[in-house]
């Protein structure tokens, strides 16, 4: 299954700017979007997992691409925020989808600006606005779980204390920028070296973030993920104080593919979990 390397994304700029020891990095230069589409992979989605194409138009009018899959009588709608490449035609993004309509709640999907079918360019600061656009489309008296994998764990803590958000699903999430530019020193050579100087729309924190937020969470994460360690997954669980809130590692697990390492208990423990939050409303 083609991995995306969020982390060697940002290590090969690092490498780039070696030789002056200082480097800025933009909020476009974190994403890692793709126009390439899989058209069997999407009309998989669309003509045998239920989901219809749909269009969101942002505040300046680009289009984005959206999945719709909607339930006769179901008020409990599942967000899906993808990490920071590909689209949702390729893996592991085709994937999770293909799993969840296995589901019987609704689902809402999307391609940030530059990725996939989407308008627009891609960057750090338009899937936040993105994802403030997605959840804005939801009807007031849905529940709403957001489901942010990767990079995308930072728009659903974003969007997280909408009244509509019952509970958050984050999976092979990351902690805040600060560990993130840590992380990518450690794992090159003379990476301590590098002065790094980061564009202020790429200060996150969802450490910060999950404390200020008093509803429960599913964390997922693989215990062999390569991109992004089990220790952050852990301080993400360890950030909520909500008694519903759950950490699900995944012992043969890698980088947001839990779909298909764990296919067994990966539905049983969403359905599980959104089952106990909803008992608790």
């Not at 982390?7 to 994403?31: E, G």
């Not at 996939?116 to 939801?138: K, V, W």
């Not at 839990?258 to 990966?266: E, V």
Request: glycine share 8%; charged share 20%.
């Amino acid at each position: 299954m083609k991995q995306f390397k969020f982390i060697n994304h940002i290590a090969f700029i690092f490498t780039l700017c070696l030789a002056s020891c200082s480097m800025t990095v933009k909020d476009t230069m974190i994403v890692s979007p793709s126009k390439q589409i899989n058209g069997e992979n999407l009309e998989q989605l669309t003509k045998v997992h239920g989901y219809s194409p749909q269009w969101l138009a942002t505040e300046n009018g680009k289009q984005i691409y959206a999945l719709n899959k909607r339930v006769e009588g179901q008020n409990t709608t599942l967000l899906v925020l993808h990490g920071n490449a590909l689209n949702m035609s390729l893996q592991p993004w085709f994937g999770v989808l293909e799993a969840l309509a296995k589901t019987n709640f609704n689902i809402l999907a999307i391609d940030y600006q530059g990725y996939g079918l989407s308008d627009g360019e891609a960057s750090f600061s338009t899937m936040m606005n993105d994802a403030q656009l997605a959840i804005s489309t939801l009807n007031k008296d849905e529940n709403v779980y957001v489901y942010g994998l990767s990079l995308g764990s930072v728009m659903a803590t974003s969007i997280a204390n909408d009244k509509r958000v019952a509970g958050l699903i984050i999976e092979g999430g990351i902690t805040n920028v600060a560990e993130m530019v840590k992380l990518y020193q450690s794992r090159r050579l003379l990476g301590n070296l590098i002065n790094v100087q980061l564009d202020n729309k790429l200060k996150f924190d969802n450490i910060a973030a999950l404390k200020g937020i008093n509803k429960p969470i599913l964390i997922i994460h693989g215990e062999k993920d390569n991109n992004i360690p089990l220790s952050m997954g852990e301080a993400l669980y360890n950030a909520s104080s909500h008694g519903l809130s759950e950490l699900y590692s995944v012992p043969e697990g890698g980088h947001c593919d839990t779909f298909i390492k764990d296919d067994t208990n990966y539905l049983p423990r969403i359905n599980k979990f959104i089952q106990s939050v909803s008992a608790e409303r």
